[in-house]
């Protein structure tokens, strides 16, 4: 009797929390005003970013996402090997699986997983290096949704390759959903 009763609880919550996300299409801007560069080597830039997201639900819980950022303020790593050297990340290009956990009405825990392409400018007195790379990312959010309009905060590591890594650990975000 027991079993039964769990299982029907079990039905009845994840029904309703399936029906609560719909399938469709979204814009969005995802702003942090802090990623974290780190050098694998000691050393840590801090520059700010910009991110567009569009993406699709194919049905209520799996979804893809493209996004595209670039950076809205530079850093300068202050320790390590790299002391004295400015990061200016140019451009964030990925591609994402999105997979979704609704939970009621107006609130959902989300997971993405992807893949990212970084491209950064390394430059210290009349010297500058342009470099780049790509790796698998994956993160974590939190959105709250009302009518077609959803605002979140995000944790995402973009990028994390030969001990250097890109994470950004608190974003916030306003998506249009259609």
Known sequence: MKKAIIVWFACVFFSATVAAAEPGGYLGVQIASEGTYDDGAGGEANPG?????GGMML???FGIEARYGTGTSDDTFYSGPNAGVNLKLDSLLGAYAIGKLPLGEV???YGALGYTRLAMTFSQGSTTVSADGSSP???LGANLRWERWSAGIEFMRYYDKGGESFTVSSSATVTFHF
């Open 137 to 139: 990312s994956y993160g």
């Open 107 to 109: 609130f959902e825990l």
């Open 59 to 61: 049905n209520p819980v």
């Open 49 to 53: 970013l910009i991110v567009f997201r």
